[in-house]
């Protein structure tokens, strides 16, 4: 098996974070930034937002927290639905 630190589509923590971040910082960074992203997608789509500029709000904050997020997990931040798993995460292994 090949090691995959530092090729393209590899999440992780430890030897597989490009910081090489720890469990537990991988996982509060990925808890973190899918809180704020759940918090701005409900917030710009609520009835009493300004209407048409949810797309540019919800695409902007992705924008920013994959910069954030990348040099710690490679970021793997998603929104919570019906389909998404604990085991997707790129911080459990």
Do not use: W
């Not at 923590?13 to 701005?40: C, N, R």
């Not at 695409?59 to 931040?77: D, E, Q, R």
């Amino acid at each position: 098996m090949r090691d995959s630190k530092g090729e393209l589509a590899s999440n992780g923590y430890g030897a597989h974070s490009p910081g090489g971040y720890s469990l537990l910082s991988g996982l509060v960074a990925e808890v973190v930034m899918t809180f704020i992203f759940l918090t701005i997608i409900l917030g710009s789509t609520d009835r009493r937002a300004l209407q048409g500029f949810a797309p540019i709000a919800i695409g902007l904050a992705l924008t920013l927290i994959h910069l954030v997020s990348i040099p710690v997990t490679k970021s793997c931040v998603k929104k919570i639905d019906g389909e998404s798993r604990i085991a997707e995460s790129p911080v459990v292994e």
